[in-house]
């Protein structure tokens, strides 16, 4: 590949500086969108053009897998345009399709593919994978290359199972949620069982450790690491095998990690060991051909539970870099331009963070137009809300041919509130994706639930009986289940007919025969309800008789816990249809049948090249950026969440997580809040968020009745214009004889636009609005 280097021309000076930078330590430290993650690939590129370093000496790390893929992309189209260049003599985007792709794959496989960019958690696995064998821990327990990772369900019943089977211990007293935290945080801080037990000044905690100790047990007689030890052991292994780190270390010469603040201590050690070969004397270093190069941003520290440190990142300069004050330093690069966001957007999201304490002011100045004004929405209630968004993004999309669905993009502060917008983006038939996470219906925990509705509903699916018949775990093996299926083969018949006679399952089930038939009576049971009672009703009962939600509570994580939002929200959604329907059919079958409920093939599997909206926690937003934001529930209690409202550090986490999401949108952001939310079951009153009220109001707009024309680069329009009354979907309007209607679509543009308006009386119409002179209503 040759060296043409034409790419430094993007930068600005700081951003060259970092990305010229070849060997020792530096960090770069900026607020959002400054071009961190630019400086971070750009420099990779540099790296390997200019320093002629091999795609496979470097390890970069980011935070989600999504964003690994991001980055190798842009890394993938800076190669690919270069070699546009000095192939072809056009830029990449002149060349036509097929030497397009020709190009990109060249790059893919002489560069993108021996890199290893990725997560810590995939590419410390990865490491592993080669030398675990070499590893022994303080009892020498030993793991071979084939390992599992266990995910959390499993290490929760590995634990239970050690805490009330080998131990015999009171599990009110020895919660195996809590001993599973003791132990996940034992493991983050970098502590063996043995350490960990002498660290223990009382009983409780000795016998946790001697849960922990037994735990490791069990995890390598399975072979199987739990997440934790996806970093733990490459640490410990490299702390007791000189050979095996100076390995990783020749290899690795150049490690570079985006996202930085939000490392935890075990990462940071993981890092260190790289790259200082474990050498504690800093004076004793050799840079040669080698470097550690982060980037981050305290303000957008957000993984605190997690133990994520963002003062790490302000210990950089002391731990690696050259300690000298900021206009001395040559370990330290600030970047003070924001290239993302139009300068409204940027101003309310700096004014934002202001209002924390703990942090070091920095500078960050617009580059960009201010844009329009930020828009703020009170919506009556969650349906009212996710109709607004999607109302906005159908009118937006409709009214601009140059956006498509993959610009935008609706933030929400947890992930249950994704169902009402999923609803509705299914119900217009709008592609849509969830980023990091899975679309609702795709949850486990929802398809658990609706296994059991359907297995009440239809006894004759044998899928969902089998989902669920030991879900929660309820002592009824591999072999009972096959056993009566079998019979129901033979017979000819259907599971339930075998699940649902006494005698036949205890001849077949032997000693689990009564878990059998409990697991029976409670299905029949929901049987007997379906005609009387309504479905959610019957969810409501299913969920608690089978134990499915004491289960997750008893697993305390966090993870469990937003799984119990989830089948919350499955209820809120089966409420909604039996509201939406009053008078019409609001039977559990009616429910089950609901469109949304079916997967369908023409929105699921968006065709290639189709876009999508992305629906995202805002944690999974992290690193990214799209021309339209819609952050959403910004009410107290939900966003800042209710843990936070009483603990100052957790409200400043709540507020990066903000000042995030916020950061976001390039050109537009929404903001919305409803008056009223049902959150668990409960319809309750919602106060607008504080944070909210910390926006400089003058960027603020609640009134949006005309929805100007959306241009995605220079906004400045020449010429004479007439002014249109431009119109939005969702709009109230009145008309002179058929009253008062909605409008429900538009069709074509300016002056040749017409309405389709839903009469409350009169059903739908097609209008032209500038002879019928609508009137707009409040
Ligand atoms: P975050 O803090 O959200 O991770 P970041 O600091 O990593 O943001 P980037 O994602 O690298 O920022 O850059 C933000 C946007 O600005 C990107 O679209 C990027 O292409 C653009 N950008 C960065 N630097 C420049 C520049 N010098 N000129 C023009 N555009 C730039
Ligand atoms: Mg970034």
């Known amino acids: 590949m040759t060296t043409n280097i034409d790419f430094l021309s993007h930068l600005n000076p700081s951003q060259r500086q970092a990305v010229e930078h070849y060997c020792g330590p530096l960090l770069v430290v900026a607020g959002a969108g400054s071009g961190k993650t630019r400086a971070l690939t750009y420099r990779i590129a540099n790296l390997i053009l200019k320093h002629r370093v091999n795609p496979e000496n470097i390890l970069a790390v980011t935070f989600t897998n999504k964003a690994a893929r991001e980055m190798k992309d842009r890394i993938q189209r800076i190669f690919a345009e270069n070699l546009a260049i000095n192939q072809h003599g056009k830029k990449f985007d002149l060349l036509p399709e097929y030497e397009q792709t020709q190009l990109k794959s060249k790059v893919y496989r002489t560069i993108i593919k021996d890199m290893w960019c990725g997560t810590f958690h995939s590419l410390f696995s990865r490491i592993l994978r080669w030398d675990i064998e070499k590893y022994q821990d303080e009892k ?65 905690g000795r016998v946790i450790a001697d849960v922990y100790n037994r735990y490791q047990d ?42 930085y603040q939000d490392t935890n201590r075990t990462q940071y050690d993981l890092i ?25 941003d305290a303000d957008q520290s957000i993984y605190s539970f997690r133990m994520a440190d963002f003062t790490i990142l302000l210990e950089f300069q002391e731990n690696f870099g050259d300690g000298l004050p900021d206009d001395d330093t040559r370990s330290m690069v600030k970047l003070e331009e924001n290239y993302r966001s139009c300068e409204n957007i940027l101003q309310a999201a700096n004014e934002l963070i202001e209002n924390n304490t703990q942090r070091i002011d920095k ?121 009566l299926v079998n019979a129901s083969q033979q017979l000819s018949t259907t599971l339930w007919e075998i699940l649902s006679d006494e005698t036949s399952v205890h001849t077949l089930a032997g000693r689990s025969a009564k878990a059998v038939n409990n697991f029976a009576a409670m299905i029949k049971k929901g049987q007997e309800q379906i005609t009387k009672v309504p479905g959610s009703e019957i969810l409501q009962g299913i969920l608690e008789d089978s134990g499915y939600i004491e289960d997750l509570q008893n697993q305390g994580t966090d993870e469990a816990d937003n799984r119990i939002s989830n089948v919350n929200e499955l209820y809120n959604a089966i409420l909604q249809f039996q509201e939406e329907n009053e008078g019409e059919d609001i039977s559990l079958q009616a429910f089950l049948q609901n469109a949304a409920l079916s997967p369908n093939p023409d929105v699921d599997n968006s065709k290639e090249g189709q876009t999508a909206v992305s629906l995202m926690t805002l944690h999974a937003s992290k690193g990214l950026e799209f021309p339209i934001v819609f952050l959403v529930g910004l009410e107290q209690g939900l966003f800042p969440g209710n843990r936070s409202l009483d ?12 000042y995030v999401g916020i950061t976001r949108a390039q050109e537009r952001l929404f903001l919305s809040h409803a008056r009223e939310r049902r959150l668990y079951a409960y319809r309750e009153r919602a106060m607008r ?3 909210l009220d910390e926006l400089p109001e003058e960027l603020l707009t609640t009134r949006n009745k005309v929805s100007r024309s959306f241009t995605k680069t220079a906004p400045a329009k020449t010429g004479q214009q007439e002014t249109i009354e431009s119109w939005q979907v969702g709009e109230k309007v009145l008309h002179k004889s058929f009253g008062l209607g909605e409008i429900t679509h538009i069709f074509g543009e300016g002056n040749k636009v017409t309405v389709a308006i839903k009469f409350a009386s009169l059903g739908q119409k097609i209008i032209d609005p500038r002879v019928a002179k609508l009137q707009r209503v409040e």
């Not at 790289?274 to 981050?296: C, D, Q």
């Not at 603990?647 to 903000?658: G, I």
Request: proline share 4%; net charge negative; aromatic share 10%.
């Open 140 to 204: 020498r327990r030993t793991w071979n290359k084939n390992f599992s990772i266990f995910d959390e369900s499993d290490v929760q019943s590995l634990i239970k199972e050690i805490v009330t089977k080998d131990l015999n211990l009171d599990n009110k007293k020895f919660e195996p949620k809590s001993v599973r935290y003791a132990i996940s945080n034992a493991k983050n801080q970098g502590f063996s069982p043995q350490e960990f037990e002498r660290e223990q000044p009382n009983y409780r």
């Open 647 to 658: 603990d100052p550090s957790a409200l400043e986490e709540e507020r990066r997580l903000c």
């Open 218 to 259: 069990r995890l390598s007689q399975n072979n199987a690491l739990d997440f934790d030890d996806l970093i733990l052991v490459p640490t410990r292994l490299f702390q007791q095998n000189e050979q095996v780190l100076a390995y990783w270390h020749r290899k690795f010469c150049h490690v570079l990690v985006d996202e």
């Open 689 to 691: 968020s504080q944070f």
């Open 272 to 296: 260190q060991l790289l790259v200082t070969n474990g050498e504690e004397r800093k004076h004793e270093w050799n840079w040669e051909n080698r470097s550690v190069f982060v980037v981050g």
């Open 363 to 483: 500078i960050l100045k617009a580059t960009r137009d201010p844009g329009e004004k930020i828009y703020c929405h009170q919506a009556d209630d969650e349906i009212a809300e996710a109709a607004f968004v999607i109302n906005q993004i159908r009118t937006l999309e409709h009214q601009n041919p140059e956006l498509n669905w993959g610009d935008f993009a609706i933030l929400y502060r947890t992930n249950a509130q994704s169902r009402p917008f999923e609803e509705l983006l299914f119900k217009y038939q709008i592609p849509y994706t969830v980023v990091g996470g899975m679309k609702f219906y795709d949850r486990k925990e929802i398809k658990d639930a609706l296994a059991y509705l359907r297995a009440i509903s239809n006894p004759a699916d044998t899928v969902s009986l089998l989902r669920v018949i030991n879900t929660p775990r309820r002592g009824i093996g591999k072999a009972t289940i096959d056993a």
